[in-house]
């Protein structure tokens, strides 16, 4: 079964540069999330996308920007990068089953970012 | 938005029956109670999911009494390969990790 794609899997940078990270969903999903997971750290909430339209938004730094678009693959903008950027950003898609509550998200493998 | 509170970590045998409990004292109404596993370097991985009572899959059980307070992740006859985070999410839609209980599985 297709599973969510990220690219780059693995991305170096300088600080202060800018790094885009890119999500395609499983298809006929309609719903990506981006996370973030620092060293050691538990994945925090970035912001999620509906239908193309944000959804909700979590602790993304003003830094960083995403987007949906219409063949609802998603990327993650993040510029001005800092050290304290380094980490796993993991991207998620699902299907709204809002009438049953499921929820069940599926993961990508994630970009790992490292700034140097 | 509902916190979770969960063992840190936990230590078991291969083929024994392990069981963790989540509390989540302020669980919403609409508010599911759902299981993600990760390894380390891969994302989290879905487990199971319940609104009360047990739910059952070819992987777990979740057990949820009535006041839906806590919940309880039986994992029968782990494996080496169970070793692992296990996150106890309230979800509303986006998913809010809070700190997972490490399961470490011994031959």
């Known amino acids: 079964a297709a599973g969510v794609i990220q690219s780059p899997r693995h991305l170096i940078k300088e600080k202060r540069e800018t790094a885009t990270l890119k999500c395609y969903p499983i298809?006929?999903?309609?719903?990506v999330y981006w996370y973030q997971q620092g060293p050691g750290q538990d994945p925090q909430f970035l912001i999620s996308f509906y239908e193309k339209m944000q959804s909700d938004k979590g602790s993304i730094p003003d830094r960083f920007s995403a987007q949906q678009f219409s063949d609802y693959h998603s990327e993650l903008n993040m510029s001005s990068l800092e050290l304290g950027d380094s980490a796993l950003y993991f991207c998620a898609s699902s299907s709204m089953l809002r009438d049953r509550g499921l929820n069940e998200q599926f993961f990508g493998p994630g970009t790992r970012l490292t700034v140097l | 938005l509902a916190k979770t509170t969960q063992p840190i970590s936990m230590d078991s045998y291969e083929g024994q029956e392990v069981n963790i409990t989540c509390s989540h004292n302020n669980i919403a109404t609409n508010d599911y109670i759902t299981w993600y596993q990760q390894f380390p370097s891969q994302g989290p991985r879905f487990i199971i999911q319940g609104y009360k009572t047990k739910v059952t899959n070819e992987v777990a059980s979740l057990f949820i009494p009535a006041d839906r307070k806590s919940s309880t992740l039986s994992l029968p006859r782990v494996s080496l390969s169970d070793t692992a985070v296990y996150y106890c999410?309230?979800?509303?839609?986006?998913?809010?990790f809070g700190q997972g209980t490490e399961l470490s599985v011994k031959p």
């Open positions: 298809p006929r999903h309609d719903t």
């Open positions: 999410l309230v979800v509303g839609g986006k998913l809010i």
